[in-house]
């Protein structure tokens, strides 16, 4: 099952406090980027992060999920609507996250 562009406006729209929040669609998903490095995704209408260890500290029962077979789990955001939660979130990932590959 493919997300829907409503979803992803919605997230991006929570998302709005943040400079530099990017996306790119792949098969019927989509790739989340913050500050040019890849934080998560939507898949499924999922809104799933890298399981880095900011991200655990601040979701400690957060559930994983796989975003699509074959791929390694990552951590389920249960709360898309407290926008402060997600500025918050993404912040604390960001300097854990893996640079951007250049090709």
Same mark, same amino acid.
């Given at each position: 099952?493919?997300?829907? $562009?409503?979803?992803?406006?919605?997230?991006? *729209?929570?998302?709005?406090?943040?400079?530099?929040?990017?996306?790119?669609? @792949? @098969?019927?998903?989509?790739?989340?980027?913050?500050?040019?490095?890849?934080?998560?995704?939507?898949?499924?209408d999922?809104?799933?992060? $890298? %399981?880095?260890?900011?991200?655990? /500290?601040?979701? +400690? /029962?957060?559930? @994983? *999920?796989? %975003?699509? *077979?074959?791929? &390694?789990?990552?951590?389920?955001?249960?709360?898309?609507?407290?926008?402060?939660?997600?500025? &918050?979130?993404?912040?604390?990932?960001?300097d854990?996250? +893996? $640079?951007? &590959? $250049?090709?």
């Open positions: 099952m493919a997300s829907s $562009k409503e979803y992803l406006i919605f997230i991006l *729209e929570q998302l709005s406090a943040l400079d530099d929040i990017t996306y790119r669609a @792949m @098969m019927g998903e989509y790739i989340l980027y913050y500050r040019e490095r890849v934080i998560g995704g939507i898949y499924d999922r809104f799933l992060v $890298k %399981p880095v260890r900011a991200a655990v /500290n601040l979701m +400690p /029962n957060a559930e @994983m *999920e796989v %975003p699509y *077979e074959g791929a &390694k789990g990552m951590l389920l955001v249960d709360d898309v609507d407290d926008r402060e939660y997600l500025v &918050k979130l993404f912040e604390a990932m960001y854990e996250l +893996p $640079k951007r &590959k $250049k090709k």
